[in-house]
């Protein structure tokens, strides 16, 4: 499906996470390696010793060959209520079962198992407001807010399945919230705070949702934002909502319907709201949670994960790849909102037992140093950011951090998108003291978890996810199935299934077969991105198939574009699109955020497009570079190009609900 060609090279010279000189793995590309005691020290080597294996790639080759006796070890390490009969049923493929037979309930092992034990009085969560309230959770508080909750939307008569919609700010009650719909059975439906009208009447319809939980407002940049008057105008679109529980968070004033809104604090006030609640035995394949997701993609899509294998999947790789120890701090700067707050802020930090922290309000906001004050005061250890948040942050330079002690980080990670060189860099060296290795992850919310990623053990090479996860069997391939050969773009698979996977679309099943599993090849899950495997299997996304720029009849990942630009001194971001063009195809039209200090001009255009051609080649280099003060993103921090496209070809955007305002 395309030409052969070998990546851009990473040239500059690093160190090591131990101070030592980096090893070169071809002459060129260069590793950064981890330091004995990290790897003498983590959980993924504890197990491979376990296994009785000597070296990590000895015990991913088991684990592909053993996946249901590897997720098998993982799931044993958590309660169940009955066993399961079955690992992996896929007798109906490709609608996989996991854990066929078992009873159980993520809160059971999220929260339950640990108020019996010393973790109670342990803290589960940390909170952060704007203004700087903190509030704090032990796993004993947790519990009897969850649980009074729980009681509350019990007696509005909430059941076991049915989808009660979330419409919350970065706050406590987003986590209660969905923990007390997991622990009497419920499932959740969590819309981001500050979604549009459209957005959140289309998705409470969609589930047929009666109970809503909002808030008055949330608070970014001092400023409010006015949930209750979003969900008022569109609950008058949306027959289904019988109630609708408010939280009192900004306490501006907002209008209540007698009858349907009620308030939070009201409610759990009464004797209703007791403290002791049991939590519902489920089928481990029985609806945990929907998730609307439309990325970069268009329609938005109803996702559907449940109790058993999600719980499994995301504890597992919380656990190796970010090597969770009990006196960590954990902190995944994402929104509850999207998958990377469901599985990394709420459920797998508090399967794993540790300290989750969470902040409401801008990474910059009232100065570009506010997430460092804070990890100094919380005394972070692990930070789980995206690339987009750390460019921004870098156009303020180096001041900023450097004012702060950041030694309590041991580990950093990103998500989102794959994060270019330069970026990963100075995350590594100024945020991370070139002491703490980066697990640059790669997962969708249709994955539930973590698929390509490194370990703490795994020697890094900036810009590249690594390898697949234990468990999980990723290729490169040609369109008939066939594997690319190193270095040859292809299309990125999954050839197995694995326990966190999603279970179908909502309330469209023909389209979860026909979107993921129809497409060519046929019979392997069709991840939607380009990727590339180097000489030494590492991993390197490309970009959305349809973010691949065909240029003079050569291939251009958008990513390899836009991080030769953003190795500039005057970028902090870019992004790319290919436009039509009569004779080359398509052309690239770039869109770049400028560093402080740096302002656009035709010289600087023509400096940048030279620059691109310098590291990349003549073919590469841009038709047209345009000063942007702000990129279009998903709340994740992917770059929405297809929105890009669509405006300079003076097309309709589609569906932009995800868009960050």
């Avoid at 030409?3 to 793995?25: F, H, K, P, V």
């Avoid at 590793?31 to 009785?52: C, D, F, H, I, W």
């Avoid at 979860?512 to 991105?529: F, I, L, N, Q, S």
Wanted: hydrophobic share 35%; net charge negative; charged share 20%.
């Amino acid at each position: 499906m395309s030409e052969t060609r070998n990546a851009a090279l990473d040239n500059t010279a690093t160190m090591d996470s131990s101070g030592g000189t980096e090893q070169a793995t071809n002459g060129l590309q260069r590793l950064y390696k981890p330091s004995s005691e990290v790897v003498e020290n983590a959980n993924v080597t504890a197990y491979m010793r376990q296994k009785g294996f000597s070296t990590y790639e000895e015990l991913y080759d088991w684990s592909i060959k053993n996946p249901q006796e590897f997720w098998s070890d993982q799931a044993n390490e958590l309660g169940w209520y009955e066993p399961w009969q079955q690992v992996l049923d896929d007798s109906q493929a490709p609608f996989y079962k996991w854990f066929v037979g078992a009873k159980t309930n993520i809160v059971h092992n999220a929260i339950d198992r640990h108020v019996t034990t010393w973790r109670r009085n342990k803290l589960a969560l940390i909170w952060e407001g704007e203004d700087g309230t903190q509030r704090t959770y032990s796993y004993h508080t947790l519990n009897r807010e969850v649980s009074r909750f729980a009681n509350v939307l019990k007696s509005m008569g909430v059941k076991k399945g049915d989808i009660v919609t979330i419409y919350l700010p970065r706050i406590p009650e987003l986590p209660i919230t969905m923990l007390a719909c997991a622990k009497i059975g419920a499932a959740h439906s969590v819309v981001y705070g500050g979604f549009s009208v459209e957005a959140l009447a289309d998705r409470v319809d969609d589930a047929n949702s009666k109970v809503l939980v909002t808030a008055d407002g949330g608070v970014m940049r001092s400023k409010v934002v006015e949930l209750k008057k979003i969900a008022d105008e569109a609950m008058a679109r949306t027959p289904s909502i019988q109630t609708c529980i408010v939280v009192k968070h900004t306490g501006h004033e907002v209008t209540m319907e007698s009858g349907r809104d009620l308030w939070m604090h009201d409610l759990l006030s009464l004797p209703i709201a007791s403290a002791v609640c049991p939590t519902e035995p489920v089928d481990a394949e029985d609806t945990l949670f929907i998730l609307y997701t439309s990325g970069t993609t268009g329609r938005p899509k109803g996702v559907v994960h449940t109790h058993g294998g999600y719980q499994v999947g995301t504890y597992a790789t919380l656990k190796f790849v970010f090597d969770i120890k009990e006196e960590d701090r954990w902190w995944c700067a994402a929104d509850p909102g999207w998958i990377t707050g469901h599985s990394y802020i709420v459920y797998s930090p508090f399967l794993t037992g540790a300290t989750s922290f969470m902040y409401e309000g801008a990474p910059n906001y009232p100065y570009p140093d506010r997430w460092w004050s804070l990890i100094a005061r919380h005394g972070i250890s692990i930070l789980y950011t995206a690339p987009t948040a750390i460019r921004g942050l870098m156009r303020f330079g180096e001041a900023w951090p450097s004012r702060h002690d950041l030694s309590t980080l041991r580990l950093l990670g990103t998500v989102g998108e794959p994060i270019n060189p330069e970026a990963w860099r100075w995350y590594y060296r100024i945020i991370g003291g070139e002491r703490c290795p980066i697990m640059d992850t790669w997962w969708q919310t249709e994955t539930g978890h973590f698929m390509i990623t490194p370990t703490p053990i795994t020697p890094l090479k900036p810009g590249s996810a690594t390898r697949p996860f234990l468990g999980i069997e990723v290729d490169v391939v040609h369109e008939d199935g066939s594997s690319c050969a190193a270095n040859e773009d292809g299309l990125l698979v999954v050839r197995q299934p694995w326990p966190g996977m999603m279970r179908t679309i909502l309330n469209d099943p023909e389209r979860y077969v026909t979107t993921y599993w129809d497409k060519e090849p046929a019979g392997m899950y069709t991840v939607g991105d380009s990727a590339r495997k180097d000489d030494d299997g590492y991993l390197w996304i490309i970009g959305r198939l349809d973010d691949v720029i065909k240029v003079s009849g050569y291939r251009l990942g958008t990513a390899e574009v836009e991080s030769a630009l953003v190795s500039h001194s005057a970028v902090a971001e870019a992004a790319s699109i290919g436009l039509p063009h009569e004779v080359k195809g398509n052309v690239i039209h770039s869109f770049v955020i400028l560093r402080e200090g740096f302002e656009g001009s035709p010289q600087l255009e023509e400096e940048l497009k030279g620059h691109v051609g310098h590291e990349m080649g003549p073919i590469a280099r841009p038709e047209k570079i345009s000063f942007v003060p702000s990129l279009p993103k998903t709340r994740s921090g992917k770059i929405m190009r297809r929105v890009l496209k669509a405006q300079a070809l003076g097309q309709d955007v589609g569906d932009v609900s995800t868009l960050e305002s």
